[in-house]
């Protein structure tokens, strides 16, 4: 018999607050996976570029991972924007030199880009990125149903950032 694995999972808030139901689902559907436990519910972070600008996120993230007793062969689960993803993304680096992480990314620019790349970090130091580590995500999961919430504003920008990673 195989141990459970532990699964944390953290949501970005500004998606939290598009879909009010996202929390309660995914809840739910961890809590139904056989061969997996949820230790808490979802974590709602910070979402946007502010999830960069401090240490918050990832305090937030290095504790959750402590207090839940998150290891190695855990994993953290987040949903959300790229500076979501960098932000927890390098929380998970960072504890116990490296807990799995599966990303959820919820914007085309991040299904398009941050989501599948493998760099992880937060500003510090008034720098971008001044803080981070290179660690590929453990899996990536670009669900579509995730954009349903983006404006057309939103979703223009992602294609735009699609051709660019193309070109």
């Not at 996202?22 to 230790?39: K, R, T």
């Not at 390098?90 to 790349?117: E, I, K, M, W, Y």
Request: glycine share 10%; with cysteine; net charge negative.
């Amino acid at each position: 018999t195989h141990a459970p694995v532990r699964v944390l999972p953290v949501v970005d808030s500004g998606l939290a607050n598009a879909d009010p139901m996202l929390v309660d689902s995914m809840a739910a559907y961890l809590s139904s996976c056989p061969g997996v436990e949820s230790p808490c519910p979802p974590l709602v972070v910070q979402g946007g570029e502010a999830a960069k600008n401090s240490m918050d996120v990832f305090d937030i993230l290095v504790a959750a991972i402590h207090d839940h007793d998150i290891c190695r062969h855990s994993t953290v689960l987040v949903a959300g924007g790229g500076a979501v993803l960098d932000a927890v993304g390098f929380a998970a680096s960072c504890a116990h030199r490296g807990v799995r992480l599966v990303r959820l990314p919820s914007t085309t620019v991040s299904q398009g880009d941050g989501g599948l790349g493998v760099k992880n970090g937060i500003n510090a130091m008034d720098k971008k990125n001044f803080l981070g580590a290179f660690d590929p995500p453990w899996g990536v999961v670009n669900d579509l149903q995730l954009l349903s919430t983006l404006s057309d504003r939103d979703h223009r920008c992602g294609f735009s950032e699609a051709v660019k990673v193309a070109l």
